[in-house]
């Protein structure tokens, strides 16, 4: 049997192990989370260093991308190269691939996704695949990564500017502690002040990215909206169908529950292959995909006929 | 030892408010940001400066600021650094030569407006 360990800056509450079958392999997929604690996590990589097979990071990003360019997170990077013996990584060679493939899967099995459709990406620099995919698609867009990251009213509506912005900010925002940039641990259990950045949610038919950002300032009422998001519990899905929202896309499936992040989509190809991550590269990865026949599950919360 | 002087450190203050002020998508960015930020310069006791933040207009006096939502305290070249583009907060933040107290989204906000004005 494979082993993935996935070591998440998240809150320990969503800690779970399930054990799965694919492609006639068993694996054992682990998450622990270490409540924001970037020594813990550490250490739990080390502990674990070349007694499982994969290491997913999760919780955090290794790496940000904007228009080609590509800006190192020092805390990120830290815990990647904790591991020495076993391969780590971060989501970021599949989720390209993997959230275009989703986006274009809607636009062509689903009615949720037209040109027409409002989109609000909480944050699209960890996301760029998907960010690129709405808008070659033609959606009307709105990129709230300093919306959701920094509190700043400021909705960029293009790739150039997020490219532009990215530019300025990134080279020095990825060497800050990575919890000044994202809710980690206590703080993804935390309700978001819900009145505040309401209209931006108001004004998209679909909210996709990050859930974490998601829910930092989800409004008590999302009637006739969808979420195009993964990691989110059972918990979480009842929440947003209380809320009123009409169906939840998650670009990972569901196992046990619940959908794992990409990092732990990742790390699981990872031990499946029994290559490296740098031996697998972008076309192994897609082939990967392509064999594991990964489709975007959907979820429809309001009942009546699916979408 | 820092050469450096108050005269110094409030040309860099005058500096730091025209390139805010003149930078018309930055204003916008915080037009709700109304924040009184003390500067402190650790070698320099007499030397007050409040920034006020309103509606994405920066000022600043000469003058303690009594309740600060931020205090930014370094040495005299450090702030003088940061306010004239010349160094970036971050790496003085890390090193702990610059400390900022109040809360964390202020605190990256404030990191944010000076990397949107110099960061290339």
């Known amino acids: 049997m494979k082993r993935v360990l996935g070591v998440s800056l998240g809150s320990s509450q969503r800690d779970h192990t399930v054990r799965v079958s694919m492609l006639g392999e068993e694996i ?22 070349g007694k499982v097979d ?12 904007a228009r ?16 020495r013996a076993t391969p780590a990584v971060d989501g970021s060679g599949i989720k390209d691939t993997l959230e275009r493939d989703a986006v274009q899967y809607l636009l062509h099995h689903t009615e ?7 989109v609000l990406m909480v944050s699209a620099v ?8 709405f808008v070659e698609i033609g959606c009307p867009i709105v990129f709230g990564d300093l919306i959701f990251s920094a ?4 909705p960029i509506t293009t790739l150039d500017e997020l490219a532009d912005i990215a530019r300025r900010i990134l080279p020095e925002m990825a060497k800050m502690p990575f919890t000044m940039l994202y809710p980690t641990g206590k703080e993804q259990e935390k309700e978001g002040a819900t009145e505040r950045f309401q209209e931006y949610y108001e004004a998209a038919d679909v909210i996709a990215g990050d859930w974490h950002f998601i829910r930092k300032y989800l409004p008590p009422r999302v009637d006739g909206k969808w979420f195009l998001t993964n990691t989110t519990t059972s918990k979480d899905i009842a929440e947003l169908r209380q809320r009123g929202a009409t169906h939840v896309v998650t670009t990972t499936p569901e196992m046990a529950g619940r959908s794992f992040g990409t990092n732990v989509i990742e790390a699981m190809i990872v031990a499946l292959s029994g290559q490296r991550p740098e031996e697998l590269g972008h076309e192994g990865y897609a082939e990967w995909l392509r064999r594991l026949q990964l489709e975007p599950r959907i979820e429809n919360l309001q009942g009546g006929s699916a979408s | 030892m820092t050469h450096a002087t108050p005269e110094d450190l409030y040309a860099a203050l005058d500096h730091f408010r025209t390139k805010v002020n003149e930078n018309q998508r930055l204003r916008q960015m915080n037009r709700d940001w109304n924040r009184d930020i003390a500067v402190v310069a650790k070698d320099l006791p007499d030397v007050q ?20 939502h931020i205090v930014l305290t370094a040495p005299t070249d450090v702030l003088i650094g940061i306010f004239q583009g010349e160094r970036t907060p971050t790496e003085p933040y890390l090193d702990g030569s610059l400390t900022l107290r109040g809360s964390q989204e202020d605190v990256l906000r404030l990191d944010f407006v000076s990397l949107m004005i110099w960061g290339e």
């Open chain 1, 28 to 49: 054992e997929l682990s998450r622990k989370g270490t409540d924001g604690d970037l020594d813990r996590a550490e250490q739990l990589i080390r502990e674990h260093d």
């Open chain 1, 54 to 65: 994969a290491i997913g990071l999760g919780g955090i990003d290794v790496y940000f991308f």
């Open chain 1, 68 to 83: 080609g360019e590509r800006y190192v997170v020092r805390d990120g990077l830290r815990l990647m190269e904790a591991a």
């Open chain 1, 112 to 118: 949720l996704l037209k040109p027409t459709t409002r």
């Open chain 1, 126 to 133: 960890d996301r760029f695949g998907m960010a690129e995919a």
């Open chain 1, 151 to 154: 509190g700043m009213p400021y």
């Open chain 2, 49 to 68: 400066a409040w920034i006020r933040m309103r509606a994405g207009e920066m000022d600043w006096e000469r003058q303690p600021c009594d309740d600060p």
